[in-house]
Each structure stands twice: as C-alpha cells, then as structure tokens.
C-alpha cells in the first residue's frame, strides 16, 4: 500500500495550484485518469475575471457575481474570493504566465475582455487560449517538485472513509482506491488529506463544450463517501457551442460577444433585443433560455453569432484559435456568422465546501468546478470560475496544512476486491446505457424543464443505475465502467435536485414554477445520502 501526506484527484488548475502550495508540506500524489493536460481548465478560452484596472472595484466585481447568482450567492464567500484574487494573479504571473497586453498613451497595460454579466472590462486573457497557457505553466512548475508524483491513466475508483472500515461514529477520509488502467490493478493509497479536483460533469449531457474526461467523477465519489452535494440543480449551459456535424464539443468563447458579436436567428434578425436590454451579453442563462426559444418558435437547427463587422486582422489576432478551428469546418469567421447551439457547460453546484475546500467529512477537500463554495449561486458569472479555483486551492493548503488524521492511523485499509470476468459482450451494454442517460438528460432535463419530464427521468435513471451495480459488482473494472456509474449517479443527483426545487431561479427553470419563490426557496438544495 501507497501512502502519500495529500492526495490530489485531478490536475486542473485547482488541484495543481493546491498541489504546487503544499509540495513542501510533504509527499503529494496527483492522479489524473488522462494526460497531465487533459482538464476542463486546459480548454477554458475566454479567461480569468479579477479587479486589476482603475475603472473597476472589487465593489463592483462583488456586485456582478451576486446580480447573476440570482439571489444564491455567499456573499462574504463572494468578497473574500474576489478580493483575494489579484495577490493569487500576481503568484500565477510569477511562475512566467503572460497575460496579453495592448499599448495605452504610451505605456502597456493588462488588456481585458469582456464577457456576459460583467459591467467592467475585467477578464484577463491570453488571446483565445487562456487555460492552456495556465495549465502548461502549472505542469511545467510542477515537474519541478522533488516531492510530487504525477500519477497519469490512473481513475480513482472510491474513497475510503473509517465508516466504510467500521468506525462510523468517527467517520474521515483515510485513503483511496486507485485503478492504474494501464495494469488493470487497484490500489489502496492511505492519506488522511484527499483533495478532490476533478472538475464537472457535462458529459452527463448529448452536447457539451466540455472535453471527455467531464463525468462527475468527484461528486459522485463524495457523495458514495457520505459528503454533502448542493445545488446540482443548477447547470449552465453555455449558448454558444459550434454547430457543425463533426465538431465535437467546440466553445465559441463568449469573449466573442464581449468584442461585440451579434446573436443572429435564422433570418438575420438580433432577436436578443426582444429578450433582454442587454441583448447577445446578456448573463448566459437568459441568452441560452432565449436561443431555445428561438430554435424551437423557427424549427431551425441553431442560431448564428456574427462578428464579420469587425475587421478581419483584429479577429484572427484575438481569436486565433476560434478562427483556425471554424476554419477547418469551413467556416470563415471573418466573412460568415458561425452556427452555434446551447450546450452543458458548467456546474454550478457540487461537493459542498466553505471557501477553504472543507467539505461535510473530515479529511475531504474539494476544490474548483467539483465544489460548491458559493460564489456561483444559482447561475455562475463567466470566468469567475478559474480565480475560484487559484484561490481556493491557496486558502485549502494553508486549511489542510495541520490536518492530519492523529488518532485513526493505526486503523488498517482493506485491500481492494474485484469481479474477475470482463465479458466483452456486455460493453455494448456499458456504451448503450451512457448513450442513453446523455440523451435523456437532454431530452427531460435540459435548459427548460417540466416535474413530468423530471420524474421520467428519474424512474429511467433508477432502473440504469440498478443494471450498472450489477456490472459493477460482477466484472472487472475499466475506466468505462467507472465513468458510467459516476455519470448515472450525478444524472440522478440533478434531478433529485431539480425536483426538489419548485421554482425557477438562474439556471433553474421549469414550466411548471416559472415564477422566483424567495420565501420557500433562497436557499441551497443539500442532498446527502441516508
Ligand atoms: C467562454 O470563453 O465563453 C467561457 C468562459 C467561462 O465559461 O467562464
């Protein structure tokens, strides 16, 4: 058995920068079940919002951030992380990140986006490939640390807490199981400090502008361990995802708005106007509430976002990699307005923590999109959520340094137990059941909802699940089996927590409660398992 002081599950830019803090506290693992590089931070393209200009406030930060939090907002939780995030920044420069610059009467300065929600120029950029440029400087000063081990192609299968080992009364996280795919073996690592930074889940859904490693594999862990979940309700869909029958998964980032982009519909007109006053910016529930609209009122397939009033050199140099890639589907960005749809995005609820990562069981940290801390309420302000997971990750190291277990380390960790058969007949059965649970949750608990489509899914997810536990408990591990038993879980920890919530607010909304309820519902939905 592997014993490490911190256990870090996940390498984006919540569970590098935390591992980076703590490398010389003691011994740290990261696991990662791709490459290093394979996160949801490394496709972020539009940026990091922080107060770093004279015309902006962390007033005026704090105030947007609760405005598009539609009343779910922790506010002093909202304060300290937009507070703390310029000192963060400076640290990020500091390992050699360049943000992009433009010349202002001489002199350079942070050149800042904009993006839906905001009232300021804020968001720090480097072009149109923000998280990978973080990501590679964060891997980069990471392999540096004598004392860190990058375990990459290995998926954490299951906490181990001391109620699972018979000390209930006493319950903590003491270790994990670990499956290195490339062996087919588990492992046992103790730690009494599990960090858990796997980002969201936005392959629960058919289309997302997220990468495949998004299954929800934290949440569903944390919840099998006893941690409360709060707010899965609450996921954000992004309205503008390439719509183009090869292009899997593709973010037109919102910057593109931000640099006055228009929303167009299958006639040309910018409807936004008719939704909002603040037409294609407007926060992104109400313009992807509006493009759902607007494609079932037309029976179109998308709609379309324009930018070709601005000049060509302009977009190829703020948006080379948007502009590349339209490209290579055909499309001419600069000429054409792009077909975009809706797409899951973003969670805005997850493991629940305080801002320090602390989550509901002693010795489990959560940190970045996996955890609720907060700040995003019932609807996240665009790119708020890098600088929740750079200060998060700072405020969670210096929380964990003192934390260890003391008393329960004479306790042992039994070694992992598995089914031997892997029948290759039923992996049609693995790929069918993720087909169906993406498509369901498209189809019945997507950006409009209703209780009855809510419950149909329900009942099927149940059904799922009960068929997956049986694969689970029969064959033998692989990382496609995890992945669908996560995927189903989170699916049903939705909507449970949509059902629960009979009203509509932020990313919530539902035809039945299409009204805001303040007296029965400003508070988090906290389910956590009997
Ligand atoms: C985008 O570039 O539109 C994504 C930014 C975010 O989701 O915060």
Redesign the pocket.
Known sequence: MKEYDFVVIGSGIAGLSFALKVAKQGSVAVVTKRKGADTNTAW???GIACVTSDEDSFELHVRDTIEAGAGLCNEPVVRTIVTEGPERIRELMSLGLQFDQREVSGHRELDLGK?GGHSKRRVLHVRDATGKEIEDTLLGELGRQSHVDLLENHMAVDLITAAKVGFAAEDRCLGVYILDERTGEVETIRSDRIVLATGGCGKVYLYTTNPDIATGDGVAMAWRAGAEIANMEFIQF?PTCLFHVQAKSF?I???VRGESGILRNNRGEDFMKRYDARGSLAPRDIVARAIDAEIKRSGAKCVFLDITHKAPEFIRERFPHIYETCLRFGIDMSKQPIPVVPAA??QCGGIKTDVNGVTSLPGLYAIGEVACTGLHGANRL????LLEGLVVAHRAAVASKHAGSGSKRHISLPEWKSGNVQDVDEMVVIYHNWDEIRRLMWDYVGIVRTDKRLQRAGARLRNLQREIREFYWNFKISVDLLELRNLATVAALIVDSALNRKESRGLHYTLDYPETQDKQFKRNTILRRD
Do not use: R, T
């Open positions: 972020a393209q539009g993006e992004h973010l980032s919102e910057a995005h973003y665009a790119s708020n959520s």
